[in-house]
């Protein structure tokens, strides 16, 4: 598991598809650097890439806040079937039925439903399109679901809709931005089938 940051206060890792991101990937950092380490936001077992995790309770609180608050943002890359619009915001209500671990666009408020909302870009356009997507909010499955929901599957997401041979969804969280020791720190990484599309990224 590849280190790119990491200080007495904070690690910030890339996290490698198939790797639960609560358990698994705190014990491999625990191993690799010692100490305590305390998970803060979650990224699906099928989906690889940036994390930060706090090494003391005081920086988890710093963190937690940040997330609370808003400054802390979190951008990924996707691979999805067809070619959406150019660049768009979505809002859903979302709900998540627990015993399938399966999310749903619902049309209005009930128990359990979450609003959700994303904004993104497309990098690339054709039968599969490389598009770029900030989160606003973290819900389960977000962005595997809003984009689904709309006939853009992400490729491999087979829960969602796609029908392809590949293994895992074409997901990845490629950066990550949050104050810190009073700057903005801002850590990024990109999977190889986003390097090969090669295009600039935003």
Request: hydrophobic share 45%.
């Given at each position: 598991?590849?280190?790119?940051?990491q200080?007495?206060?904070?690690?910030?890792?890339?996290?490698?598809?198939?790797?639960?991101?609560?358990?698994?990937?705190p014990?491999?950092?625990?191993?690799?650097?010692?100490?305590?380490?305390?998970?803060?936001?979650?990224?699906d077992?099928?989906?690889?890439?940036?994390?930060?995790?706090?090494?003391?309770r005081?920086?988890?609180?710093?963190?937690?806040?940040?997330?609370?608050?808003?400054?802390?943002?979190?951008?990924?890359?996707?691979?999805?079937?067809?070619?959406?619009?150019?660049e768009?915001?979505?809002?859903?209500?979302?709900?998540k039925?627990?015993?399938?671990?399966?999310?749903?666009?619902?049309?209005?408020?009930?128990?359990?439903?979450?609003?959700?909302?994303?904004?993104?870009?497309?990098?690339?356009?054709?039968?599969?399109?490389l598009v770029?997507?900030?989160?606003?909010?973290?819900?389960?499955?977000?962005?595997?679901?809003?984009?689904?929901?709309?006939?853009?599957?992400?490729?491999?997401?087979h829960?969602?809709?796609?029908?392809?041979?590949?293994a895992?969804?074409?997901?990845?969280?490629?950066?990550?931005?949050?104050?810190?020791a009073?700057?903005?720190?801002?850590?990024?990484a990109?999977?190889?089938?986003?390097?090969?599309?090669?295009?600039?990224?935003?």
């Open positions: 598991m590849e280190i790119l940051y200080d007495p206060q904070i690690a910030v890792c890339v996290k490698p598809v198939g790797m639960d991101a609560e358990q698994e990937t014990q491999a950092l625990r191993a690799a650097l010692g100490g305590e380490i305390y998970p803060l936001h979650r990224l077992k099928a989906v690889g890439g940036v994390m930060v995790f706090a090494r003391t005081s920086a988890a609180a710093q963190l937690s806040r940040a997330m609370q608050d808003g400054t802390f943002m979190k951008e990924y890359i996707a691979l999805v079937h067809g070619a959406p619009p150019a768009g915001v979505w809002e859903d209500l979302l709900w039925d627990a015993k399938k671990n399966k999310v749903f666009v619902v049309k209005r408020m009930r128990g359990g439903v979450r609003p959700a909302k994303l904004s993104y870009t497309r990098l690339t356009q054709g039968d599969a399109s770029a997507v900030r989160l606003y909010t973290g819900r389960t499955h977000q962005i595997r679901v809003q984009f689904a929901s709309r006939g853009f599957p992400l490729l491999g997401d829960k969602y809709g796609a029908r392809d041979s590949i895992a969804p074409m997901l990845f969280s490629r950066r990550i931005t949050f104050p810190y009073g700057k903005i720190r801002s850590f990024e990109l999977p190889p089938w986003a390097e090969l599309q090669n295009v600039k990224m935003p």
